[in-house]
């Protein structure tokens, strides 16, 4: 049994407390390590040595440049090590090999992209309308960072918050999900190995209740990058006001995959698969409301039940493996209360609809028609393998049914037309549209939801200013030193 400790200020640490969290392997149910629990005075001191590390130590006086080239060395090294960390959250989280290691290969690329960032932060001089004065504004890091992460892409979705925080020249507290957080004190172990100065990067492991509330209340703490569950992220919300941080929130969804008649059939239908049954649905962007026009329906259906019926459950470690297991024993039972859920409202499982007796928290891929956008199957967010396919008429309506919801981080269209493609990107609420495709993500395309799927975004240039405030500083060269009784303006 392996054990993994935090790391606070450049130190392997165990909790305060004393107590361990056990991490198990949820294709083979076994408990393979346990992890420290940290409690509220761990978030203390690597607060602290955060605070430290960007006050006092050498990080806070390092050029941008010699930080860009710290953050490619640790790219370089992480590379080396893609592979086990990859089997390491596959362990954790029971998502499939293949795609685990094609993210930790991928992860190399983005902190490249974002240290390349780090010398490109740049002030303005504004023209001001004062005789014998100088402006100019400054664009300073936030201060030290709270990221906090959900069990389903540990490491891709820490790095997109912590990269573009160094690279901003802040420092960061990182606390990974109680359920998955080897691969991340794996992953932060390699700063030190890179040349990063103590306390630049902390984790502090735990549940959310204590790590987690510890560092959105605490008041050294500028701002908080969160991503999981909209509960998750209403908690964080209003905590962080109390002390007026700064918020990312990247939080579920609900998303429409919208197939008209003129779509490229074959094309659609691996889209509708990809969309909800890759990593057994356990994505933020899963395409779990299938909207399909009513004239191919059936059709549709039919070529869509022939792919799905191929999915090939089993152990996540296989190439050969499609689907593995759900992650954590809550999320199982949340998907099975929704298949009951869907069943008690009506709609049809025409595909799975049942648990998998490949393993203990297998869900067969299910999909389920006679569904409308008014059933909770089609409200809520299952977090699983479960397609709900709603018919509609034409693109007024589908878009009427795509954008009644309280969700809105992603959407796919699937359609030749381009006067449509444009139509439908411009009239959906989501934060990305995908036309013709789904799934797909880049480092440099800014990512982030509409309404209760989020607040503020991550990727693209823009991630490193949403770590950065703004100074304007007033140089009075040669202007008398006016009336102290009146404020000057113009
Ligand atoms: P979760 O909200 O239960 O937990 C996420 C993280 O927040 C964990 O580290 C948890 O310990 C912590 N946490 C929980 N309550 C907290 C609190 N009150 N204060 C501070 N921290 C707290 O989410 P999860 O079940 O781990 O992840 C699944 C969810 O994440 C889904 O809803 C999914 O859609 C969402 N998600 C969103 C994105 C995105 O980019 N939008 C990406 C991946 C996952």
Not at 257 to 269: G, K, S, T, Y
Not at 410 to 430: C, D, H, I
Request: charged share 20%.
């Amino acid at each position: 049994m392996e054990h993994f400790q935090m790391i606070i200020d450049g130190q392997s640490v165990d909790g305060s407390g004393g107590e361990v969290i056990e991490s198990t392997n949820p294709y083979s149910e076994q408990v393979w390590a346990t992890v420290a629990r940290g409690t509220e005075e761990d978030v203390n001191r690597a607060v602290e040595a955060a605070d430290r590390a960007r006050r006092k130590g050498p990080w806070g006086q390092m050029t941008a440049t010699a930080r860009g080239a710290l953050m490619r060395r640790f790219a370089e090294i992480m590379a080396e090590h893609a592979q086990r960390l990859a089997e390491i959250e596959v362990r954790d989280n029971g998502k499939l090999l293949a795609e685990m290691g094609l993210q930790l290969r991928y992860i190399p690329q983005i902190i490249h992209y974002f240290a390349g960032l780090a010398d490109k932060v740049e002030g303005t001089v504004p023209p001001i309308d004062r005789a014998g004065h100088f402006t100019y504004t400054r664009r300073e890091p936030v201060g030290v960072v709270a990221a906090i992460t959900p069990w389903n892409s540990p490491l891709m979705l820490a790095t997109s918050k912590i990269m573009p925080a160094l690279a901003a020249g802040c420092t960061v507290v990182l606390k990974p999900s109680e359920f998955t957080s080897a691969s991340t004190i794996e992953f932060a172990k390699l700063f030190k190995e890179a040349g990063f100065p103590d306390g630049v990067v902390n984790v502090v492991t735990g549940f959310g209740k204590d790590v987690g509330s510890a560092l959105t209340t605490h008041p050294k703490v500028a701002k908080v990058s969160f991503t999981g569950s909209d509960y998750g992220g209403r908690a964080v919300y209003e905590a962080a006001a109390k002390t007026f941080k700064t918020v990312t929130l990247e939080l579920g969804g609900k998303s429409p995959n919208i197939v008209f008649d003129d779509c490229v059939m074959e094309d659609a239908v691996k889209g509708a698969v990809s969309g909800i049954f890759a990593a057994s649905g356990q994505t933020c962007i899963a395409g779990s409301r299938l909207l399909v026009q009513r004239s191919i329906h059936d059709q549709f259906v039919e070529r869509l039940l022939d792919l799905a019926r191929t999915a090939k459950l089993g152990d996540p470690m296989l190439e050969t493996t499609q689907v593995g297991p759900i992650t954590t024993p809550p999320q199982y039972e949340k998907v099975l209360s929704y298949l009951e859920v869907a069943k008690g409202e009506g709609a049809e499982p025409v595909l799975g609809g049942n648990t998998s007796d490949v393993g203990k928290w297998f869900v067969e891929p299910t999909i389920l028609t006679g569904v409308n956008n008014n059933m909770r199957i089609a409200r809520e967010e299952v977090f699983g393998p479960v397609l709900g396919i709603i018919p509609f008429e034409d693109e007024e309506e589908a878009i009427e049914i795509a954008n009644d919801t309280i969700y809105g981080l992603a959407s796919g269209v699937w359609t030749q037309s381009m006067k449509r493609a444009f139509t439908m990107a411009n009239a959906l609420e989501a934060g990305t549209v995908w036309v013709n495709t789904y799934r797909a993500a880049s480092f440099t395309t800014p990512f982030g939801g509409y309404k209760n799927s989020g607040v503020g975004s991550e990727n693209g240039i823009s991630a490193v200013e949403s770590f950065l405030k703004r100074k304007s500083v007033w140089i009075n060269y040669g202007a008398d030193v006016p009336n102290p009784f009146v404020m000057r303006i113009g």
